[in-house]
């Protein structure tokens, strides 16, 4: 987790994590150049699998040139153009966090670039939803080019930050839906338990924001305590935080613990 | 779970929020100026938590959202700010 201290490694191991799952994103600021994407894949790929396996824990990553950064399509190509030759490194599931942030012209022209490249090499696909105002449109704007394009399998994508709103869109064409739990937007533990309760638990999972911003890398830990606070059975919880995601990212071929 | 049982764990959360929106909306007819856009589609959201309708988280985030498909021409920022300038 490039954002996080060592100390947060040692958290999750000790709250029972078996693998943290890492999206290429945001750095928090633009890169001024290709080979600041091209640290940052050596990063993801060769040093964070070193300090997470310090904890026991597995590291997987996803690959990708992200939405914040998408305004500036050469520099995207360049990033994109850079991704195949990282693609065979043990602990990479696939493209994401692919996406839309503002729901530019720019960004969808990205987003299809990735498509396309997850579709050349048969990656599979992790999707960040923009936020806010922004999600309801974001979201649509996302499943049309998915859906448009016959070589993508849903059941190997995934559509990130879902909330009550998007939700049933995202599940209704196939693909999984992911909860991304956030102390300030996005899912609150309460709103994710709402939804499972609401939409049942078949091809939806949740995960905890460790990015950069003000995020708990125990939100999932913490959410399984709210389910049993509710009643629901350890083999409901077990589905939703162990399962599910294990069962989507398996068709990696590489997801393994 | 019971009402019951929902009331006990989640009730004073709730009513905490709820007095935390009350003091901010009070906050903000204190304050001098004008009201902009966030505070209309507040508005917006808030007439949705009346009465029995159902789906009322999923209304509210409709409130603030931009219901339009066409991209935008450009992004300028980097941000979204919770609700949609041309709300009406």
Request: with cysteine.
């Amino acid at each position: 987790m490039v954002s996080r201290t060592t100390d947060d490694y040692e958290r999750l191991a000790l709250a029972g994590c078996a693998a943290v799952c890492e999206p290429a994103f945001w750095a928090g600021f633009d890169r001024s150049s290709v080979d600041g994407f091209h640290d940052y894949f050596c990063q993801l790929t060769e040093h964070e699998p070193k300090r997470a396996a310090k904890f026991g824990l597995k590291h997987f990553c996803w690959l990708c040139i992200n939405s914040k950064e998408a305004e500036d399509v050469k520099l995207a190509a360049e990033v994109i153009a850079l991704i195949p030759k990282f693609l065979n490194r043990p602990n990479v599931l696939g493209i994401g966090e692919i996406g839309l942030n503002k729901n530019s012209r720019n960004e969808l022209r990205v987003l299809e670039m990735q498509v396309e490249l997850a579709a050349r090499h048969n990656q599979m696909i992790l999707v960040h939803t923009p936020h806010l105002e922004d999600k309801l449109k974001g979201t649509r704007l996302i499943l049309d080019v998915l859906k448009s394009d016959q070589r993508i399998r849903p059941e190997r994508v995934i559509i990130d930050h879902v909330e009550e709103h998007t939700v049933e869109m995202v599940l209704d064409c196939g693909m999984w839906a992911g909860m991304t739990l956030y102390p300030e937007t996005k899912c609150t533990p309460a709103r994710a338990i709402d939804i499972l309760e609401t939409y049942g638990r078949e091809r939806i999972w949740m995960n905890s924001a460790c990015d950069w911003g003000v995020s708990d890398p125990l939100a999932v830990p913490k959410t399984a305590l709210e389910m049993k606070k509710r009643g629901h059975v350890a083999a409901a919880i077990e589905q939703v935080v162990f399962s599910n995601p294990k069962s989507f990212l398996i068709q990696s071929g590489k997801f393994k613990i | 779970m019971t009402k019951q049982q929902v009331l006990d764990l989640y009730f004073l959360d709730a009513r905490h929020k709820l007095v935390e929106v009350a003091a901010f909306l009070d906050r903000v007819e204190r304050a001098g100026g004008r009201d902009d856009f966030r505070v209309k589609s507040f508005r917006t959201a808030l007439a949705q938590l009346d009465g029995n309708k159902k789906d009322k988280v999923k209304t509210v985030l409709l409130a603030f959202s931009d219901p339009t498909m066409e991209p935008i021409a450009k992004a300028t920022s980097k941000g979204a700010v919770g609700a949609y300038p041309e709300a009406r």
